[in-house]
């Protein structure tokens, strides 16, 4: 099985830590569970802005961690069956861990729903009718 974690960088300690944000990441750790290996993939930012869903299809990623999730990115993810969990920490490493442990959340729609406020930051990745 295959995870997918949002990271600051691909060198030295930002490929260690949690970029804030799944959908606004442009390095992610795709860690093989079974194979027990990681390797980091990096957007190539002149033609795509996002980890798009064939390219998450094409890697094989079932599951993903990461600290927030916004809600049209869920809507997808949920969709295409791919699991969301909420980590727990910033470091690569240890959530992991606690995925291979069974102690991460999955994210739910009313996480989701509870955390989405209707700022002007959070519509500007949604088209959300509740937001204005």
């Known amino acids: 099985m295959k995870l997918c ?3 600051l960088g691909e060198k030295g300690l930002s490929k260690e830590l949690l970029a ?15 194979k027990n290996s990681s390797e980091v993939y990096t957007l190539d930012t002149s033609n795509t802005i996002y980890l798009s869903m064939s390219e998450l299809k ?3 990623i079932k ?3 990461t600290p927030n999730l916004r809600p049209m990115a869920a809507k997808i993810l949920f969709e ?5 969990y909420q980590s727990l920490g910033n470091v690569v490493e240890e ?8 102690t991460l959340k999955d994210f739910t729609e009313a996480m989701i729903e509870q ?14 009718s509740s937001c204005g």
């Open 63 to 65: 599951a993903i961690i």
């Open 80 to 84: 295409n069956e791919i699991e969301v």
């Open 20 to 34: 804030n944000d799944f959908y606004k990441a442009n390095h992610y750790c795709i860690t093989d569970i079974s």
């Open 58 to 60: 094409k890697l094989e």
């Open 5 to 7: 974690i949002p990271i």
């Open 95 to 102: 959530n992991i861990n606690f995925f291979k442990k069974g």
């Open 115 to 128: 955390k989405s406020s209707c700022s002007s930051d959070s519509c500007s990745s949604c088209s959300s």
